[in-house]
């Protein structure tokens, strides 16, 4: 009880503060966790981003917009990486200070990367992660001025399937969530995306670290999140480019055209060009811009 009541006075002093704060996504042990040392490592490379391995402590880094620009939404942001990795900053702390500048309350999910000398199964530890962290800001939502009604989620690349399968699942808690809250974004932000784990269109090293070499069918099947649409599945935006050689763009197309049928909101820009990692195109305005369009015109900005 103690513990909790830290956590909660914690999280709340920073949004009262209007701080940039990092704190433990989960009150004393992780779930699904093994005992093991620290071993989380960083490497910056400066054509790429500053690198996180070994991933094991989760961790949730709110930035917070002005109090005169805060506007209620909320975004939980995925690092991509392969679930080998995170992109820190690239696709994430970046990505949410752009976010803070149009009132958008923004957070990082530093999520445990799959492992087996860490987590008892390590195929569910992501998800874990990432519907705690929607558990999170939807309990937390008054006291830090959000609208529960406007929390969604963003994922690149493989930080892109994790959203999508937090969107495609949510009605399949893989938490302890004795309250009741609400596990299912409102929206989804996907760029260049893993989706699938199907063969033919797969990113073989993310179902790789998150399955291990030799995943069952049912396995593949429930991370396929294109085959889990439905009609309550939450409205997203997908952009991804043609020439995308480490994921197939047909991972983008797949979840769209489920989402259509399924008559769920989706909005899909593909690029000619950009390649993965959008390094050097499209610009970061360009899509960026986008996203925030769509965002508005569906009332979440």
Known sequence: ???????????????????????????????????????????YKKEVDTLLFKVSRPKLIAYLPSEEKANGSAVII??????????????????????????????????????????????????????RAVQ????????????????????????????????THFDNAVIDNEKGINLRPDFMILIYPVISFVDSICHKGSRYKLLGGSPTQEQVRYFSNEKHVCRNTPPAFITQANNDVVVPVVNSQALYHALRKNNVQAELHIYSKGGHGYLKQPPFEEWFGRCLYWMKSNGWL
């Not at 149009?102 to 990432?130: C, E, H, N, W």
């Not at 009604?149 to 690349?157: D, L």
């Open 78 to 131: 995925c690092p991509g990486g392969g679930y080998h990795c995170l992109l820190i900053s690239q696709e994430g702390g970046n990505v949410a200070k752009a976010f803070n500048k149009y009132g958008v309350t923004a957070f990082v999910l530093k999520y445990r990367l799959p492992s087996d000398s860490s987590m008892v199964d390590k195929s569910i530890g992501p998800l874990q992660d990432a519907q």
């Open 136 to 167: 999170i800001v939807r309990e937390h939502a008054s006291e830090w001025h959000i609208d529960p009604g406007k929390v969604g989620i963003m994922g690149f690349s493989a930080g892109g399937h994790l959203a999508a399968t937090t969107g």
């Open 1 to 43: 009880m103690v513990k909790i009541y830290l956590f909660s006075l914690l999280i709340s002093c920073a949004f009262l503060c209007r701080a940039q704060i990092e704190f433990n996504l989960y009150d004393g042990k992780v779930p699904n966790s093994i005992e093991t040392q620290d071993e989380e490592s960083a490497i």
